[in-house]
């Protein structure tokens, strides 16, 4: 795929690594830009006032908004899956809805919106982009939600890509340690620049490449995997 000219749809484009990937969209000419965003009258001033830019209200919680996004926007090419959230806390004896809220949004919310667009990258033989984590493949004290919701979204991402390859759908995912977005204000650790994570994504999309490790985390994580499981803690630091 060429991203010049093509109709994107990015969830949680508002901040973080979903407005690098409009920022890197408009920058290889993307025709048109959808942004997916829960408050669309909050966005900054270069969403709200870029020709090209068009502010969807989308909340992955809410089938209700996916399904009026997705009648809104019947061009798009090309969709990046990058809106979730992370709640710190244990599994056994932290809040359940905490849990449940966790995988609401970034497994199952990310499947209704495959499911909703997949209508419109098939008529356009588009692009898939889902925003995974190195935390597909282990996980640290207090982040058991968040990773059991990025690895079941690493196995849906698999799947999507066999039923998506018949109509020649490109279906990526993105793993990542940490980014330097609000979402990682708190983790002192090395964060990878959101944009760099957007290129390699993109420039991914542009070479049709499947996978993509975007920083030593996620790539030294995946080399890790045939040995014990979080044993790579220790060589994380």
Do not use: C
């Not at 000219?5 to 830009?33: C, M, W």
């Not at 849990?99 to 990258?121: E, H, I, K, S, W």
């Not at 977005?181 to 760099?196: A, F, H, L, S």
Request: hydrophobic share 45%; proline share 5%; net charge negative.
């Amino acid at each position: 795929m060429n991203i010049a000219g093509q109709t994107a749809f990015v969830t949680g484009a508002n901040r973080g690594i979903g407005r690098r990937f409009v920022g890197e969209l408009l920058a290889r000419g993307a025709g048109r830009v959808y942004a997916g965003v829960r408050e669309p009258e909050r966005a900054d001033e270069a969403l709200r006032t870029d020709p090209r830019v068009t502010l969807v209200r989308l909340d992955l919680t809410d089938r209700a908004t996916i399904e009026a996004a997705a009648r809104q926007a019947e061009d798009v090419s090309l969709l990046v899956n990058n809106a979730g959230i992370s709640l710190m806390g244990p599994l056994l004896d932290g809040p359940l809805d905490g849990t449940r809220r966790t995988l609401d949004t970034n497994l199952y919310g990310t499947l209704d919106m495959a499911r909703a667009f997949a209508p419109a990258l098939r008529a356009h033989r588009g692009a898939l982009v889902n925003v995974l984590s190195a935390l597909s493949w282990f996980t640290v004290p207090g982040a058991g939600a968040y990773a059991m919701s990025k690895a079941g979204a690493w196995a849906m991402t698999n799947a999507l890509r066999l039923e998506l390859a018949p109509a020649g759908v490109l279906v990526q995912g993105v793993h990542l340690g940490a980014a330097d977005t609000d979402m990682m204000g708190d983790y002192e650790g090395p964060k990878i620049d959101p944009v760099e994570v957007a290129r390699q994504s993109l420039d991914g999309v542009e070479k049709g490449e499947i996978e993509i490790l975007a920083d030593d985390w996620s790539r030294t994580v995946k080399a890790a995997l045939p040995g014990e499981p979080n044993a790579v803690l220790s060589h994380l630091g």
